[in-house]
């Protein structure tokens, strides 16, 4: 199995939770060898999710940082290729835990070297990730990474959406910039976040409008206090119960794609 699985979504909809449940689904399961996640929110969400704390000077803004520095000071031969540079530092900041791999993007400093990076980025993600049974990507809210191509070996790309018309609006976005940049997932999944039961219908009939035989409804996790708990307390989130109700939820409708 070689998938990439990457959630999408409006700020605060529940990205790095749906994301965090599928790695528990994954872990508990033992249905990757290797598995590697990747946090690409400038915000470091993973992280903070699973009670680790990550310093800044490892994560790949941090290491950016200080091979500018090194550049601007002269301390790098100008021959050596920046692409190479920055790929091993890329490679060094793998953060190997237990049960997985974890890459965090961490804050970008400087202008405009943000699309160079992201583009280096791309790559190493591209081969990192050859060498994992499966990667989760942690996306940031914007959309501008879908803009610049990032998700084009993505297999799987998992939209999340809470009960809102802006969660739902962003949910369309993104489905209108992967058809405009002709992006190619082989399954793009929609999931709800927090929804009532008696709102489940409304995403239900929103997903069934769209026509798009790659876009399916691939479920619900609902709001459970545990959850709330957990972050509020700055627990680890993959330590969930077993019994859970939204966990068992989530193994659910992760079993559909893994
Ligand atoms: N099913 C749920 N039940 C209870 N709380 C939840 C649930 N889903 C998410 N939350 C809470 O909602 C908040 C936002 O969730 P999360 O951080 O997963 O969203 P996000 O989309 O990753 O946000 P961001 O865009 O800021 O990265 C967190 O406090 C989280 O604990
Ligand atoms: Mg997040």
Redo the contacts with the bound molecule.
Sequence with gaps: MNKIIA?S????????????LCLKYIIDNRKAKDLLVIDS?P?A?VAD?IGEEIKFCDTIGGKMKLLKDKIQGFKVSPNTPKNQLIESDVFSCLIEMDEFDLLEMGRQEGEGCYCFINDVLKKVIDSLSKNYDITLL?S??GLEHFARKTGRDVTDLVI?T?PSKMGIHTMKRILEITDELQLKFENIWILG??FPDDLKVVLDEEVQKMKKENVKLLGF????????K???MDGN?LELSKDNP?YQQAKDIFAKII
Excluded at 221 to 228: A, L, R, T, V
């Design positions: 959630f979504g409006k700020g605060g909809v529940g990205k790095t939770t749906s994301l965090v929110d915000d969400n999710v942690d940031p809210a999340v809470d976040n927090r996790i609902s709001n459970n206090d545990e959850i709330s957990i972050n509020l989130l939204s």
